[in-house]
């Protein structure tokens, strides 16, 4: 048995798949308990599945628009994508094989991941509820009140972002 979110839905959907007491680890136990404490008879196949889909469709979805912006803002500016394969020549090179201190070498590619994230964010806006009573810059929020966290607004002020409109790297 794996030791990952799949893994705990499963185990979820009735009592005789709970994982064995001594092949647990802390973290699993943490988590475990926690189902155990929600769940009255498990949870069904298609809670399971639909939590599944949850998962893999939000995952995927905001992982391939991301590269998809990458790709647009590189075609835009040459520069760029010139400045990027430089470095990925120099940190991996002829190597046939990638690992992650490879990856983590790469600060220039990160930092355009990440300026393509703050101008074309996946979510243009967050939702949460309020768990408890809040006062923040003078805004009162009562528990159970709904509200929606601006993400594009925010990226595009230009009290946090100078030229917000300009695609900056280096930012």
Request: glycine residues 2%.
């Amino acid at each position: 048995k794996y030791q990952d979110f799949f893994q705990l839905l499963i185990n979820a959907i009735d009592d005789e798949n709970e994982i064995n007491q001594q092949d647990k680890d802390v973290d699993s136990d943490i988590i475990h308990e926690e189902i155990s404490k929600t769940k009255k008879n498990g949870i069904s196949k298609i809670e399971l599945l639909a939590q599944s889909w949850i998962v893999l469709v939000a995952g995927y979805e905001t992982t391939a628009f991301t590269l998809q912006m990458v790709i647009y803002v590189i075609s835009k500016i040459p520069e760029i994508q010139e400045k990027m394969r430089d470095e990925v020549m120099e940190v991996i090179g002829d190597k046939t094989e990638i690992d992650y201190d490879d990856i983590t070498k790469l600060k220039y590619i990160n930092q355009v991941v990440q300026e393509t994230l703050r101008m074309y964010p996946p979510a243009a806006r967050s939702n949460r509820i309020c768990t408890k009573p809040i006062t923040i810059n003078g805004i009162h929020l009562d528990k159970d009140v709904a509200f929606s966290i601006p993400v594009y607004a925010i990226h595009h002020d230009e009290k946090y972002y100078p030229d917000p409109y300009n695609f900056d790297p280096d930012r």
